[in-house]
């Protein structure tokens, strides 16, 4: 066995997310010697993977387009939408998120971050007092990952990758729906041309979250900030009742690295950990993650160190839940289907239960409330021929591939997508109650031919519209179901994180039971209990909260 070795720096930073880089930036900055310890062989987590959109009331972005918005503003819509505050979303918390988190976007720009404003992506609840129509987000600008030198093959791939284009994760939402409006299709040519050009020169441009990871990778790399690769962590070191230190594994050596300010855990959820998932799950919503998205480092070790030493936990049982279908038809039209016109979904009675155009959070938390998993979409031919099912740019050899309207044969012929001429035959392949599910589609047409929606409310927040179908009058996110043949695919709630962790402190400081901070321990993103509470308020509210805290537990550590 190999001779366990110490190691020792100012700050030890547990994961590589948004949360552990500008923690490290931060702490760096302040005139400490900080460590990423990483487990798996990429840098960023589940920042890197996703959207990257940060979601920050108040950000210098707004200030400096003149968008109105304020502390106040923000405020009042976490009251509106999260509710009275608890612990885990404490009143301190809240206001430290929206006072020092628009400082934390100046503080990144000023050090060479370069974001965009994510123009119309409104709130979530963007109808609630305090909410905003325009949005609150940002995300980082197309950025050469080549300009990170041998670092370049390290940045966790993301989601543009998958989709092998250079989109800004603001323009995503406007791709499916490219022949239905002229801003549609304006913005399809954009980023096809950055995709053509970039490759012309000899780019790779990172987009989403790869963007934000690697501009934030590059700047600490040349600072001279040490970033472990491979580096798992098995267990807290405590020494007269502090936080001193980790033990870990890197490359196959043990070794301790210690923290003399402090040690912040920034390792993600437990998505991917069954037992765990079982152990916490409340019984209205049981899960073994069994759907999840989410990064495959995420399995719960580290969460689970913190709740050894003493930590107290809250929202344990909940989830960012992201209704999609099966993997099979991840890039299929059927997979936003919700958000569009001409198309519903029924719970296992064969009944509507929820806006569909809602927050995925909400839509997901609604599935498991109303018998719903799975649940079916139901879709109509108006739907089969409007949108694309095959994802990506038209090219001169594919273009007839992406055009709407051709949907494969073998999504039929597999029984992935069930078909049928009427409903009462549909219900029966189905399972579900013949005479429930055309009631519950002819109610939804009387009202959709008029654009509304009288029992869920759909397509009446900005946000509905925003993801809708912009050619759709006189509702981009409301139409009839009712051009034969009638169409269904199963729905799960899968999920891309979980949002219950340690209850922190407005600086990031972990609590313990007697609701006291345990020395030298700080925590944020998906393993604290997040200040959004069980609520996703905005696109990018997730890595805006671990990157703020982030920012917050370095600052404190290093007396700042």
Known sequence: MAEQRDESFDFVIVGSGGGGLVAALAAHEAGLKPVILEKQPYVGGSTGMSGGVVWMPDNPLMRRDRVPDSYEDGLAYFDAV????????????????????????????????????????????????????????????????????????????????????????????????????FRSLRTTVRVGARTYVSRWRGQDLFTNGMSLVGQLTKILVEAGVPIWLNAGVSGLVVEGGRIVGVEADRGGEPVVVRGTHG??????????????????????????????????????????????????????????????????????????GRQYPHAIFVNAEGKRFVNESNSYLEVGKAMYAHDGVPCWLIFDDTF???????????????????????????????????????????????????????????RFNVHAVQGEDPDFGRGRSQYNKALGDPGSKPNPSVGPVDTPPYYATQIYPGDVGTIGGVITDEHGRALDEADAPIPGLYVTGNMAATVMGRYYLGAGASISNTMTFGYLAARHAAGV
């Open 263 to 336: 040690v912040l855990l920034a390792a993600g959820g437990f998505e991917r950990n069954p037992e765990m998932r079982r152990k916490y799950s409340a019984d209205t919503q049981p899960n073994d993650g069994q759907w999840t998205m989410a990064n495959a480092g995420n399995t719960g070790e580290v969460l689970a160190a913190a709740i050894a030493v003493g930590a107290k936990t809250d929202y344990m049982d909940d989830a960012v839940w992201l209704p999609n279908p099966r993997m099979e038809l991840a890039g299929t039209a059927v997979a936003l």
């Open 384 to 442: 089969r021929k409007r949108y694309a099912w095959a994802r990506g740019l038209p090219t001169l050899r594919r273009f007839a591939s992406v055009l709407p309207g051709r949907m494969p044969e073998e999504l039929v012929t597999s029984g992935w997508i069930k078909r049928s001429a009427t409903l009462p035959d549909l219900a029966a392949q189905l399972g579900v109650d013949a005479d429930a599910l055309v009631a519950t589609v002819g």
């Open 82 to 181: 999260v509710g009275e505050p608890d612990q885990g979303s404490s009143l301190a918390r809240r206001e430290a998120f929206l006072r020092q988190g628009p400082e934390m976007v100046a503080f990144l720009e000023r050090r060479g971050v370069e974001f965009v404003r994510c123009e119309g992506y409104s709130d979530y609840y963007s109808d609630r007092k305090g909410g905003s129509d325009r949005g609150r987000s940002i995300e980082g600008v197309p950025w050469d990952g080549r300009r990170l030198g041998e670092w370049h093959a390290k940045i966790i791939p993301g989601m543009a990758k998958g989709m092998g284009l250079a989109v800004k994760t603001n323009e995503v939402r406007s791709l499916p729906t490219w022949t239905r409006s």
